[in-house]
């Protein structure tokens, strides 16, 4: 299944390296650099998966998934984070996200996650 994906994270190499890997699987994958690039790029385009890196400058993870609940609702929200901790997990997934996983992130791990959120939001969308 083909799916647009964004990738927000503040490091370079690690948001580089998910767009390029995820890529390879047929997907549609952009990456942003920070919260605010990615809540302006949703005025153009609403993609099917956010991966969203938790500690980032300016705006956290969590104040972008606020956000993203209203604007890109139909969106499935991964965070990533290598500051985890389970008050931050259960703050994520409260504020709706699908998923939270710790970095560095296991490529094969992150592949079958994205997948299994992807057919999750295609059952939802047959409801």
């Not at 994270?9 to 580089?16: L, Q």
């Not at 956010?50 to 609940?69: A, C, F, T, Y």
Request: hydrophobic share 45%; charged share 25%.
């Amino acid at each position: 299944m083909q799916a647009s994906i964004f990738v927000t994270d503040d490091e370079s190499a690690v948001r580089k390296a998910i767009v390029k890997r995820l890529s390879r699987r047929q997907h549609q994958v952009r990456g942003f650099q920070s919260g605010d690039e990615l809540l302006a790029a949703l005025e153009q385009d609403q993609p099917d998966l956010i991966l969203l890196d938790l500690k980032m400058p300016g705006m956290s993870g969590i104040e972008v998934l606020k956000q993203l609940r209203a604007k890109a609702r139909d969106a499935v929200i991964i965070i990533l984070t290598a500051y985890g901790t389970v008050e931050s997990a259960v703050e994520a997934m409260k504020s709706g996200a699908y998923n939270y996983l710790s970095k560095p992130v296991d490529i094969a791990h992150l592949r079958a996650v994205v997948g299994k959120a992807l057919e999750f939001q295609a059952l939802a969308a047959e409801k």
